[in-house]
């Protein structure tokens, strides 16, 4: 089997489709799946990665963040899927690449992975604290209107969990399918995985706790203190600021108290780490450690924390959190979105989204549990709550497989129909959005329409 991914928000530097594409490349070598990504780049390249491939589409490189490039070629991410000929292809993105993909005219398996929920990243992200999730879901219906039609030109639509899945069908995307996500599970910081790794080898416990002086000692804070990781790139979306202002508050509380008190060391990079840098000068006690691609390092600091602490509300999967999850950590999470999909009051305190007096509230919570029963539970969240990537692959590719010709034709005469009244009641449905999705109003054809496959090829500019 051939899948190509056309994997829009792909990047050398990436945070999380960066981690899980280069597991499915790998897996794929494994499993004998060949695995081709098909992302924007610097160049119009090639190269062989992982046990795959990646082809770069010379694209521009993104204003907010110059790590990302913008996909616009659709003709030329046509022209590589025919030559490719793939047996299935995924759009992993709502935007460009999932466009791209769902008006392609090939012959294959087609599936929209949805890696990012866009309503979740920027109106709750930015107004949840004064309007309703639920109401700011209610006015983002031009974009579940643009999804339904999206998601009807793919067999399937991938999502992390059951919980998004439930979300995605209750705004009508009726071929939601829940794959749940994972890590690559290692397991022996902790001993969280499996017993032949429960004790941690002395090397690596001396390393730990040097990381650990380390990083208290960078913050700011006394070597006794509480320390807690964070892993995030530095976006709105991440809503560090309530975790800086989160830790800030609960160090003085906790030294009020005659403790030690908490610091934070905060792992990860993007367009806002100057901000962040300048918070945590202003509040305390925290080291922005930037971006590492030392994972050696990174486990070392993450067996040596007493916590991990995250803000986003706004992703799909925890990845991050899983990974805290397998090395052993207790969390403080958001109370909404991919985080609290993997907490549980057994090993987790949650905190409402954006609110910094209530992540201090969680983090005073946790801290004052019980440490032992705390990494019980932890353990047991490891082995049952925490999915090896590797079972994900191995589910999502023999999902694929199992996707028969009649299906695909079924889709394809559902995406492209004849009938006016179909297009006429979605349109109803959408509250007339032709105005709000066309691209282009000199085109006939609404390119934002992924039934029109293909029509929107011979007119989209190949920059």
Known sequence: MKLVDVSEFYAERGGGVRTYTHAKLAAGARLGVEVVIVAPGDADREERRDGGRVIWVKSPRLALDPRYHVLLRERAVHAILDAESPDVVEGSSTWTGGAFVARWRGDAVKSLVFHQDPVAVYPHSLLDRAIAPARLDQLAWPWWAYLRRLARAFDRTVVAGEWLAARLRDRGVTNAVAVPFGITKHGAVRG???????????????????????????????????????????HPEKRLGTVLRGVSRANERLRARGRPGVALALFGDGPLRPLVERDARRHGPTFVAGFTTDRDRLRAALASADAFVHGSAAETYGLVVAEALDAGLPLVVPSRGGAADLSDPSWAETYAPGDPLACADAIERLLDRDRDALRLAVRGAAATRVRDLGDHFADLFARYASVSRDSRSSRSSEARPTDSGERSSDSTEARTTDSTDSTDSTDSTDSSDPRSRGSAASHEADA
């Open 192 to 234: 969280t995985s499996n017993d032949a790794h429960a004790k941690p080898s002395s090397r690596f416990t001396e390393e730990a706790s040097r990381v650990r002086r380390e990083l208290l000692a960078r913050a700011g804070a006394p070597a006794e203190a509480a320390l807690l990781v964070g892993i995030s790139r530095h």
